[in-house]
T-cell receptor, first 114, second 109 residues
Framework: NAGVTQTPKFQVLKTGQSMTLQCAQD?????MYWYRQDPGMGLRLIYY???????DKGEVPNGYNVSRLNKREFSLRLESAAPSQTSVYFC?????????????FGSGTRLTVV | EDQVTQSPEALRLQEGESSSLNCSYT??????LFWYRQDPGKGPEFLFT???AGEEKEKERLKATLTKKESFLHITAPKPEDSATYLC??????????FGRGTSLIVHP
């Protein structure tokens, strides 16, 4: 049982380049999330999808777009990368958006924008 | 605005030296208080959910407790393999949890 799989694990981009971070879960979870983690800042929510077909902005959505491709997959796109987007990105999923459901996180994508 | 504050930022313990990590929260209509463990280079791993003041949950050497303003993660007789960053998060009316910045725990043999 793989859980949450993120690709790629590492990426270096030049300023202005675009890329898509991929995330897939095999637990039949309804809700999926994208976070970024920066030193001293903790985990900050970028976007989430409470269920297939819906997406909502989180705390730091600017510069990002998302697609809930199906129940399993939730991708994050950087249209024009900026150095401020250098971070570790985590995808997570949960059974539902409701209280009590712990999140299952992927192993992260380490992105550097130069 | 919901806030979650963890202390201390870093904690060094000797093997077998018990201690507690603190998580203070201001979350409107708390629906769940979560604890996660994060190892270097990995994603957070879910440990516990606490729902109401007075509740306690245990897992091996870890025990989480909850009051109306704080949660504590008690570590009894820690081992070096307990070294990790421990994250606290609280969710309220929006259901989306607010994470604290974490406590980095190092247990020396």
């Amino acid at each position: 049982n793989a859980g949450v799989t993120q690709t790629p694990k590492f990426q270096v981009l030049k300023t202005g380049q675009s890329m898509t971070l991929q995330c897939a879960q095999d637990m039949n979870h309804n809700s999926m999330y994208w976070y970024r983690q920066d030193p001293g800042m903790g985990l900050r929510l970028i976007y989430y999808s409470a269920s297939e077909g819906t997406t909502d902005k989180g705390e730091v959505p600017n510069g990002y777009n998302v697609s809930r491709l199906n129940k399993r997959e939730f991708s994050l796109r950087l249209e024009s990368a900026a150095p401020s987007q250098t971070s570790v990105y985590f995808c997570a999923s949960s059974e539902d958006r409701g209280e009590g459901y712990g999140y299952t996180f992927g192993s992260g994508t380490r992105l550097t924008v130069v | 605005e919901d806030q979650v504050t963890q202390s201390p930022e870093a904690l060094r313990l000797q093997e077998g030296e018990s201690s507690s990590l603190n998580c203070s929260y201001t979350v409107s209509g708390l629906r769940g208080l979560f604890w996660y463990r994060q190892d270097p280079g990995k994603g957070p791993e879910f440990l516990f959910t606490l729902y109401s003041a007075g509740e306690e949950k245990e897992k091996e050497r870890l025990k989480a407790t909850l009051t109306k303003k704080e949660s504590f993660l008690h570590i009894t007789a820690p081992k070096p393999e307990d070294s990790a960053t421990y994250l606290c998060a609280g969710s309220g009316g929006s259901y989306i949890p607010t994470f604290g910045r974490g406590t980095s725990l190092i247990v020396h043999p």
